[in-house]
């Protein structure tokens, strides 16, 4: 058996099928989002209160999200051969994975309102899962390309790596 994954073929056009390019873009994206927001709750030194902390994150995602889809949508109104008003809101709508991204961290969060633990610890939980989750990314990444399993997990230990240098770094600066 090769030791190389080879990419599914399969429709790009829908939400569901789209290039593991622009899922994975899309969902390191919101993975980094979330933790560095998450992050810079725990610096702030303010009373916790994680139900207002949770929505913060979630519109904030959102609100990336649809920015990132509006740029997109700008870009494709100067290309002469794009289509009229619904491809444009599928390349706004297809910024669902950086939304889906930010979901576990808001669930952390929910789950010290419901008072399963303290946000303090909820945090860090999000933290955990997330740096988990840049790594599970990086090494799907390069399997996707073909690499060996030795090379994608040096690859993924490296994006966590950076994932975390960039969150600690916006932590910082809140």
Known sequence: MSDHVRPAAGPTGTLLHQRPERWLFRGVYGLVLAS?????LDATGDKADPGPDALWILLSALASG???????V??????????ATL??????LAEWPL???????????LAALA?????????????????AAL????????RIAGRSWPYSCRAGSLDMLLGVVIISAYALLE
Request: no cysteine; hydrophobic share 65%.
């Open 36 to 40: 560095a927001m998450v992050a810079a």
């Open 66 to 72: 649809a920015a990132h889809g509006f740029a997109h």
């Open 74 to 83: 700008i870009a494709q109104r100067a290309s002469a051969d794009e289509a």
């Open 87 to 92: 491809s444009r809101l599928w390349s706004v």
């Open 99 to 109: 939304v889906a991204a930010a979901l576990p961290t808001v669930a952390f969060l």
């Open 115 to 131: 008072g399963w633990w303290p946000e303090n610890t909820a945090v860090d939980a999000a933290l955990l899962f997330n740096t």
């Open 135 to 142: 790594l599970a990314l990086g090494t799907a990444a390069a």
